[in-house]
Nanobody
């Protein structure tokens, strides 16, 4: 599976961004899809994940209630709607495809989100 994430940019605190990840290659619908991020000088961290049909989703506590993950298996895309952004959300965001909630095998190249205060 090849993944390409896009939609990052510069936004003021309190604003919104929508990230998208386009997949190609193997059957997209068979994978758990996740979003991760890495802020400067910090560890890589989980943000959100969706089951194969979008019926089950998980979120990191720091983004729950502000971010929403959604997927469209017909279009092979998974999106991350980010609302009420905070400066601490500044990071490179990566989409990933995996065989389970904790095993991700394919990664996109990352898209930078910068939230100014």
């Amino acid at each position: 599976v090849q993944l390409q994430a896009f939609g990052g940019g510069l936004v003021q605190a309190g604003g919104s961004l929508r990230l998208s990840c386009a997949a190609s290659g193997r059957t997209f619908s068979g994978y758990v899809m996740g979003w991760f991020r890495q802020a400067p000088g910090k560890e890589h961290e989980f943000v959100a994940a969706s089951s194969w049909n979008g019926g089950v989703t998980y979120y990191a506590g720091s983004v729950k209630g502000r971010f929403t993950i959604s997927r469209d298996n017909a279009k092979n895309t998974v999106d991350l709607q980010m609302n009420s952004l905070k400066p601490e959300d500044t990071a490179v965001y990566y989409c990933a495809a995996g065989s389970s909630w904790s095993r991700y095998h394919y990664w996109g190249q990352g898209t930078l989100v910068t939230v100014s205060s």
